[in-house]
């Protein structure tokens, strides 16, 4: 660890640089704590790189792709900006020494602890294969020692560099020592390339020295296309495991699983290091309680454009250090203070009702998503959600919706975090979605769609990840009165004693989502919902549906009925251009639908009657 130079302290995105971790071809990794005080290891990427775009667009595809890459022995991907100046990207931090510090200091390691290394590294490119990555650069730096075992860093980045006009004309990215013959040649690669440089690893791991190295770069590469291992020392215990990794065909090489297999059950008794690596270890850890102990670097004067919010609070050193405990398994220190910069914790930011007084277009207009740059659909009349895009529903636009009641059961985790949230899709048989639930009411998240196929499909968890963070630094407040439904939790409105004596005991009653209520009754079910309405469609100006008016108490209805099923409509308010920013006329309606369990009920007399339960509550109209 190094103590920063002066130019080393701006932000990198949310994330405050504490020290210096290490230097390489691809850029400068820090050791950096996030804006709710986790710890990070933050790598910015060499400025050369950011000239060139194909290399921006290899990045953004391998930090999305990385993003799904969670296991026991990866450090998981946490943020990461493809855009920035300086592109960079953070992970979570993993603290002790990379496998070759590890053996420079201390030597070979023993069997026991090989056999534990190689099980450890074949389940970790398993997550990695599976997430659909290639590592690319599996070698002795990008693995790291800690109590608990080995842990993969770094995997896909390489990808990214390859070809980009900062690299030599034909340059491969990586290490010569640790590439396959594939790699070497340049020839495409399959997931076979990173198990034979797992094999060479272990070569260095058991015996210090690679088994292709040679006195020059040029040397080292001829050797691992046309000579074969030199396997001098390695333990033979191990020595079937690693020729196999070693096959010069990839067909031949084992698949991560099949090594498992090959290595057998690990004795997990006794110490998973030598004594010396564990010492390597505990002093890494000391050395990041030491850094979260002093006062952080402090930052140079801003440039014009700030890229985060002026700090305005300071908090206690236990949250920072509490984070890393937690992250680390390390002991708390006293003393350390940090300040981040002003954003709402997520519970706050993501709790129903701060949403209720969102604009939701507001939140992703003028965002750019891959080649998409959206706008607010002229179609887009909701209160808790707006459609981007020319039209209606087409493979081009992608829907926000804020509060929308999830069914957990149905749903799946995608791997991918934002603002420390796991975000979840559910499965459908066109387009896709990413959600992220509220922490307050987990039944209800936020969500975005896409009808279709669309290369859109690939930007969901960015434009979460943009809502999650606009939400936290400046959400945008809907531009509407305090009589506006948008502000009022519906199923407070509905009386529930009026409604029992029609439609029989209330078995539940429940948000559908932030502009509706579920009521779920002994003799029929139904909902009361509020929504924006274009005058042109609203009751008697439809022109797509036959409805009759309904006198209610103190305003007309219109009814449409559908075989065994009412919908009953009214308006509870006009809006002003300054108010719905748009164009055409539009009002605040609001809708009560029942569908009776006996086919012989009338069910607009049902409706009629919880319709005047909601009206007898609604705020005045104004």
């Known amino acids: 660890?190094?103590?920063?130079?002066?130019?080393?302290?701006?932000?990198?995105?949310?994330?405050?640089?504490?020290?210096?971790?290490?230097?390489?071809?691809?850029?400068?990794?820090?050791?950096?704590?996030?804006?709710?005080?986790?710890v990070a290891a933050v790598k910015r990427i060499h400025p050369g790189f950011s000239k060139d775009d194909g290399f921006r667009v290899r990045f953004r595809q391998e930090v999305e792709a990385s993003r799904r890459v969670?296991?026991?022995?990866?450090?998981?991907?946490?943020?990461?900006?493809?855009?920035?100046?300086?592109?960079?990207?953070?992970?979570?931090?993993?603290?002790?020494?990379?496998?070759?510090?590890?053996?420079?200091?201390?030597?070979?390691?023993?069997?026991?602890?090989?056999?534990?290394?190689?099980?450890?590294?074949?389940?970790?490119?398993?997550?990695?294969?599976?997430?659909?990555l290639i590592h690319?650069?599996?070698?002795?730096?990008?693995?790291?020692?800690?109590?608990?075992?080995?842990?993969?860093?770094?995997?896909?980045?390489?990808?990214?560099?390859?070809?980009?006009e900062f690299t030599s004309t034909g340059t491969v990215v990586g290490s010569p020592a640790y590439m396959s013959p594939e790699q070497a040649e340049g020839k495409d690669l399959t997931p076979a390339s990173d198990v034979f440089s797992l094999g060479t690893l272990l070569v260095m791991a058991a015996t210090g020295q690679g088994p292709f190295t040679g006195t020059t770069a040029a040397q080292t590469l001829y050797n691992v296309v046309h000579e074969p291992p030199q396997l001098d020392g390695v333990p033979p215990e191990i020595v079937p495991v690693i020729e196999a990794c070693l096959a010069h065909d990839p067909e031949a090489r084992p698949t991560p699983a099949q090594l498992l297999d090959l290595v057998g059950p690990i004795d997990h008794d006794g110490p998973v290091w030598p004594a010396p690596v564990q010492q390597l270890i505990n002093t890494q850890e000391a050395e990041v309680r030491h850094v979260l102990a002093l006062p952080p670097p402090e930052p140079p004067p801003p440039p014009r454009k700030p890229r985060w919010p002026k700090v305005t609070a300071v908090i206690a050193a236990g949250a920072a250090v509490v984070a890393l405990a937690v992250t680390q398994g390390l002991a708390p220190v006293e003393g350390t203070v940090i300040e981040p910069e002003t954003r709402a914790p997520v519970a706050q930011a993501l709790s129903i009702d701060r949403?209720?007084?969102?604009?939701?277009?507001?939140?992703?207009?003028?965002?750019?998503?891959?080649?998409?740059?959206?706008?607010p659909s002229g179609y887009s009349t909701y209160l808790h959600r707006c459609r981007?895009?020319?039209g209606g529903f087409s493979s081009d636009s992608i829907d926000l919706e804020l509060g929308v009641s999830i069914d957990r059961s149905?749903?799946?985790?995608?791997?991918?975090?934002?603002?420390?949230?796991?975000?979840?899709?559910?499965?459908?048989?066109?387009?896709?979605?990413?959600?992220?639930?509220?922490?307050?009411?987990?039944?209800?998240?936020?969500?975005?769609?896409?009808?279709?196929?669309s290369a859109l499909c690939d930007q969901l968890t960015p434009a979460l990840d943009l809502v999650v963070d606009k939400l936290r630094t400046e959400p945008p407040v809907q531009n509407l009165p305090d009589n506006s439904l948008a502000r009022t939790n519906l199923c407070s409105l509905v009386d529930d004693d009026a409604v029992r004596s029609k439609l029989g005991v209330i078995q539940s009653k429940t948000a559908g989502d932030l502009s509706?209520?579920?009521?779920?009754?002994?003799?029929?079910?139904g909902s009361v919902r509020a929504k924006l309405t274009y005058e042109s469609s609203f009751g008697p100006n439809s022109s797509y549906r036959d409805v009759e008016p309904v006198q209610l108490d103190g305003v007309t209805g219109y009814a449409n009925s559908r075989s065994s099923t009412c919908s009953l409509e009214w308006k509870h308010r006009d809006f002003g251009e300054?108010?719905?920013?748009?164009?055409?006329?539009?009002?605040?309606?609001?809708?009560v639908t029942y569908s009776p369990r006996n086919d012989k009920a009338k069910p607009c007399e049902h409706a009629k009657a919880v319709a005047n339960s909601v009206l007898k509550n609604l705020p005045p109209a104004g």
């Open 578 to 591: 300054a108010e719905s920013g748009r164009t055409r006329n539009t009002i605040e309606t609001v809708s």
């Open 70 to 132: 969670s296991g026991a022995y990866t450090a998981a991907v946490m943020d990461a900006d493809p855009e920035a100046e300086a592109p960079w990207l953070a992970s979570v931090y993993v603290a002790g020494p990379s496998l070759r510090d590890a053996i420079d200091e201390s030597g070979p390691l023993p069997v026991q602890s090989m056999r534990r290394l190689i099980a450890g590294l074949a389940t970790a490119l398993s997550d990695v294969h599976r997430a659909g």
């Open 410 to 453: 149905r749903m799946n985790t995608t791997g991918e975090q934002v603002a420390g949230q796991a975000v979840l899709e559910e499965s459908t048989s066109s387009g896709c979605n990413r959600s992220v639930a509220s922490p307050s009411s987990p039944q209800q998240a936020i969500t975005v769609d896409v009808s279709g196929e």
């Open 355 to 375: 949403l209720r007084d969102i604009d939701p277009c507001a939140l992703l207009e003028d965002e750019t998503l891959g080649e998409t740059t959206l706008q």
């Open 1 to 38: 660890m190094k103590p920063l130079a002066p130019d080393q302290s701006h932000p990198i995105g949310h994330y405050r640089p504490l020290v210096l971790l290490g230097e390489g071809a691809m850029g400068q990794v820090f050791l950096c704590l996030s804006q709710d005080g986790r």
């Open 516 to 525: 509706r209520c579920r009521i779920d009754a002994l003799n029929g079910n």
């Open 136 to 164: 690319r650069d599996l070698k002795p730096g990008n693995v790291l020692l800690t109590s608990d075992g080995p842990r993969v860093i770094d995997f896909g980045i390489a990808r990214a560099a390859e070809g980009a």
């Open 388 to 390: 981007f895009g020319q």
